[in-house]
């Protein structure tokens, strides 16, 4: 199983060691929550998360797994071992009940390369299934007890159900209330104000998976810290990808761009949780990359039409005393967004 120690060999910044620590000091504290399974773009967000850990601007205390896939986390594990990180604790949810696959599927956009990753010996790791991590649940509590009050950011890029699984346990609630500064979610599309709009893929989907919509609205509902929801993301022409043809064959990340991309015939893919991670990094240093819809609480419902069709939604309804927001990247910013993250996905490993 993969070790949570935090033994000093294989942790920097542990508090223990002021010396270290002191070193860590502005970095931003991250743990990142991803449904790697499908899409790939989660794998270049963790590269770049790696490449700011690398830079000095990010101190990334775990990853978070949030689906039902069994070898996703010995592809994360694949990543982090990459990057020069081999015991970056992981973990994972633990029932078998929401797959990212079932939506993919219906939108035809499903690859399943994190199997074929973790079965080939080019990628080294040494974590297989969730049967050799801990419950995402158990992990946080350990993690966020030994952070600083008010100083971890949560990278939300797929489904809630840790989180919600977080929130129910008394500790955990505890922990998140004293803990976490922010939580960071991709959105949708577009996040008006007072607007229902089918719910999107990371939360849930619309009639597809009614666990991972239910988690959704949970969070959301009951979250005791502010909430960022992104609005809207980066177009083509900006998508990014063909860098990662110029890196070693070794590198998963670019294993997982060439799987998920081969039938398109080119490597540049949407920039959606590449985009998220850019924003939670730098949304303090370049504010006015950003513009953000304030006063108000994202809300996900369940709509029931005459003809007895029901669908999950979200909306952002307006609240004068909300500590919630949305934010939209601006479109003058696209180009100069898109150059940063080619820059880091393929940033190689210290």
């Keep these: 199983?993969?070790?949570?120690?935090?033994a000093p060999f294989?942790?920097?910044?542990?508090?223990?060691?002021?010396?270290?620590?002191?070193?860590?000091?502005?970095?931003?504290?991250?743990?990142?929550?991803?449904?790697?399974e499908t899409d790939c773009d989660d794998a270049g967000a963790l590269a770049m998360l790696h490449a700011f850990q690398d830079n000095g601007e990010v101190h990334l205390l775990a990853v978070m797994h949030n689906t039902s896939?069994?070898?996703?986390?010995?592809?994360?594990?694949?990543?982090?071992?990459?990057?020069?990180?081999?015991?970056?604790?992981?973990?994972?949810?633990?029932?078998?009940?929401?797959?990212?696959?079932?939506?993919?599927?219906?939108?035809n956009c499903c690859t399943d390369y994190t199997q074929p990753i973790v079965k080939d010996t080019r990628f080294a790791h040494d974590v297989d299934t969730r049967k050799d991590v801990p419950d995402a649940v158990d992990l946080y509590k350990e993690i966020l007890q030994q952070q600083p009050d008010n100083s971890v950011v949560i990278i939300s890029?797929?489904?809630?159900?840790?989180?919600?699984?977080?929130?129910?346990?008394?500790?955990g609630m505890e922990l998140v209330r004293k803990k976490v500064k922010?939580?960071?979610?991709?959105?949708?599309?577009?996040?008006?104000?007072?607007?229902?709009?089918?719910?999107?893929?990371?939360l849930g989907g619309q009639q597809i998976n009614h666990t991972a919509a239910m988690a959704s609205m949970e969070v959301f509902e009951h979250w005791p810290r502010p909430i960022h929801v992104a609005g809207n993301f980066i177009t083509r022409p900006y998508h990014r990808g063909k860098e990662l043809m110029n890196t070693p064959e070794n590198n998963p990340v670019r294993e997982a761009y060439r799987i998920y991309r081969e039938r398109y015939g080119d490597w540049d893919h949407h920039l959606?949780?590449?985009?998220?991670?850019?924003?939670?990094?730098?949304?303090?240093?370049?504010?006015?990359?950003?513009?953000?819809?304030?006063?108000?609480t994202p809300k996900i419902g369940l709509h029931s039409e005459p003809n007895g069709i029901r669908y999950f939604y979200n909306?952002?309804?307006?609240?004068?005393?909300?500590?919630?927001?949305?934010?939209?990247?601006?479109?003058?910013?696209?180009?100069?967004?898109?150059e940063r993250i080619g820059e880091l996905i393929v940033q190689p490993p210290k």
């Design 157 to 171: 890029v797929g489904y809630l159900l840790n989180l919600k699984n977080l929130i129910k346990d008394d500790q």
């Design 10 to 36: 294989k942790k920097a910044c542990f508090f223990l060691f002021p010396l270290i620590s002191s070193l860590c000091f502005g970095q931003i504290k991250i743990i990142y929550e991803t449904d790697m």
């Design 182 to 202: 922010d939580l960071i979610i991709i959105g949708r599309t577009w996040f008006p104000k007072d607007t229902m709009l089918p719910l999107s893929m990371n």
């Design 69 to 107: 896939d069994d070898y996703s986390v010995g592809y994360i594990d694949a990543v982090n071992t990459y990057y020069g990180h081999p015991d970056l604790p992981i973990g994972s949810y633990k029932k078998d009940d929401t797959y990212s696959r079932d939506i993919a599927i219906l939108l």
């Design 315 to 338: 909306l952002w309804e307006t609240s004068e005393d909300s500590q919630h927001l949305y934010w939209l990247t601006k479109e003058d910013k696209f180009a100069e967004i898109s």
């Design 272 to 296: 959606a949780d590449l985009e998220t991670v850019y924003y939670a990094i730098y949304r303090d240093q370049k504010p006015e990359y950003f513009s953000l819809g304030t006063e108000g």
């Design 1 to 6: 199983m993969k070790s949570t120690s935090y």
